[in-house]
C-alpha cells in the first residue's frame, strides 16, 4: 500500500484548491490561541443578577417563533421559553464538545506528540473543557434544567466514538459547532439579550472559529487522501449524524416546562416556515462546504435533506 506523504499532500487540491500544510495551519491557530483565548470564570459576571425585561434568546432563534402558538402566548411565556431554550441549546452543546474531545483524543494517539498538530489539538481540548464547564454553569445560573438528548441518541454516540472513521469525526464535529455557532453570532451582538448570555456566546464564537478552522482543513486533507469505502462512510454518517441532530436540537420538554401542549407545539415547529429557515441558513455555510468538499451525495446527501436541514 501506497503511503501519502506530507510532500504529497502538498501538491494534492480538491474543489477549493490546494491542501495546506498541516504543521502551518497548525502554527497559526497556535498563535491566534495564544492571543485570543478566554477564562470565563474571570472574563464573565456570574454574581450579576438577571437583568428584567431581557431575553435569554433571540426571539426569532426561539422555536415556535411566529407561529400561531407562539402569537397566542403572554411575552412573559414566551420569555420563558427562551430561557429552556437556551438551556436546551447549552445541554446540546456540552453533549456535542464532549462527543469531539473523544474524538479529538482518538485522532492523535498515533500521531506525533511534538508535532503542532497535536499541541493544538490538545488547546483545542482544554478550550472545549472551559466550553463545556462555561455552558453547565450559565444553565445553572439562568435557573433552568439541564436537557440531555434522548437515551437512544445518547448510546449511539457510544458506537460513534468507537468505530467513526476520521474523516466521519470531523464532518460530525462541524454539525455540532457551525449551525450553533451561526445562531450564537446573532445573539453576543444582540442587546436585548441578557449581559451573561451574550458574554458566553461572544467567548465561544471567537474560540470556535479556530476549531471550525482546524476541523475544515482536516476533513478536507481526509476527503482527498482516505480509501473510497472510507469517504463513502463518511457521507452516510455524516447525514445520519444530521439527522440525530435535527431531532435532538431542541428538546421537547422545554414545551411543557414553561406549560404547553407538547405535541401541539411539535407539530407546529415542524410546519413551521420559518424555524425551517433558521435552521437551513444556519446550516448553509456548513452544507456548501461539504458539497464543494464531495460529503454531500449519494444517501448522505438524502439524509441530509430528511434532517430538514438542507433545502
Not at 44 to 56: I, R, T, V
Request: net charge neutral.
Amino acid at each position: 500500500m501506497t503511503t501519502v506523504t506530507e510532500r504529497d499532500i502538498r501538491l494534492l487540491r480538491d474543489a477549493l484548491g490546494p491542501l495546506r500544510d498541516r504543521e502551518q495551519v497548525a502554527e497559526r491557530l497556535l498563535e491566534s490561541s495564544a492571543k485570543h483565548s478566554f477564562d470565563p470564570d474571570k472574563e464573565l459576571d456570574w454574581d450579576a443578577p438577571a437583568e428584567d425585561g431581557k431575553w435569554f434568546w433571540p426571539p426569532e432563534l426561539v422555536s415556535l417563533y411566529d407561529t400561531p402558538l407562539w402569537r397566542k402566548m403572554s411575552e412573559e411565556q414566551r420569555m420563558d421559553l427562551a430561557r429552556h431554550e437556551a438551556a436546551s441549546l447549552a445541554s446540546l452543546g456540552i453533549w456535542f464538545e464532549i462527543i469531539l474531545m473523544q474524538l479529538l483524543v482518538r485522532h492523535i494517539y498515533d500521531k506525533s506528540v511534538t508535532s503542532n498538530h497535536v499541541r493544538y489539538a490538545l488547546t483545542e481540548i482544554a478550550d472545549e473543557c472551559r466550553h463545556s464547564m462555561m455552558f453547565a454553569r450559565m444553565i445553572r445560573k439562568n435557573e433552568a434544567p439541564a436537557y440531555p438528548v434522548p437515551r437512544v441518541y445518547h448510546n449511539m454516540a457510544r458506537v460513534l466514538k468507537t468505530v467513526s472513521t476520521t474523516p466521519g469525526s470531523f464532518a460530525a464535529t462541524l454539525l455540532g459547532e457551525e449551525i450553533l455557532d451561526w445562531m450564537q453570532r446573532l445573539t453576543f451582538p444582540d442587546e436585548r439579550v441578557q449581559t451573561l448570555v451574550r458574554g458566553v456566546t461572544r467567548i465561544h464564537v471567537v474560540e470556535e472559529a479556530r476549531h471550525v478552522r482546524y476541523a475544515r482543513e482536516e476533513l478536507r486533507r481526509q476527503m482527498v487522501t482516505a480509501p473510497r469505502w472510507e469517504q463513502e462512510l463518511t457521507r452516510i454518517s455524516c447525514g445520519e449524524a444530521a439527522r440525530v441532530f435535527s431531532v435532538c436540537f431542541i428538546n421537547p420538554q422545554v414545551y411543557e416546562n414553561v406549560g404547553l401542549d407538547r405535541r401541539e407545539a411539535v407539530a407546529q415547529v415542524r410546519a413551521s416556515g420559518h424555524r425551517r429557515e433558521v435552521m437551513q441558513s444556519g446550516a448553509r455555510r456548513l452544507t456548501d462546504f461539504l458539497d464543494d468538499i464531495g460529503v454531500l451525495r449519494g444517501v448522505g446527501r438524502r439524509l441530509w435533506k430528511s434532517s430538514g436541514l438542507l433545502a
